[in-house]
């Protein structure tokens, strides 16, 4: 639901609660498929919980350096990731 932006403000908080405790985890496609899910959320969203995009800045960073991460999941994390910055950037 995260990923069609659906309930937001209920699931992003749970979200971030499961990958503070593990950030490659997973759904049902690949190692970290949360968190892609979880930055490609849509941007207007961390406007609102500025307190969350914080976590997320810090739970993506952590798992770039996770033990394990794979080559899909550093690429897709990366791609989403740079995404996320680019959406949450302020305007000029």
Do not use: C
């Amino acid at each position: 639901m995260i990923g069609q932006n659906i309930g937001l403000k209920y699931l992003v908080p749970m979200a971030v609660e499961k990958l503070k405790q593990k950030p490659l985890a997973e759904g049902h496609f690949f190692p970290g498929d949360l968190l892609v899910n979880v930055l490609k959320a849509d941007p207007s969203f961390w406007s609102e919980f500025p307190g969350l995009k914080s976590h997320i800045v810090k739970i993506t960073e952590e798992a770039f350096e996770a033990p394990g991460i794979g080559k899909i999941s550093f690429e897709s994390i990366q791609e989403a990731y740079n995404l996320f910055l680019r959406a949450s950037a302020p305007s000029r």
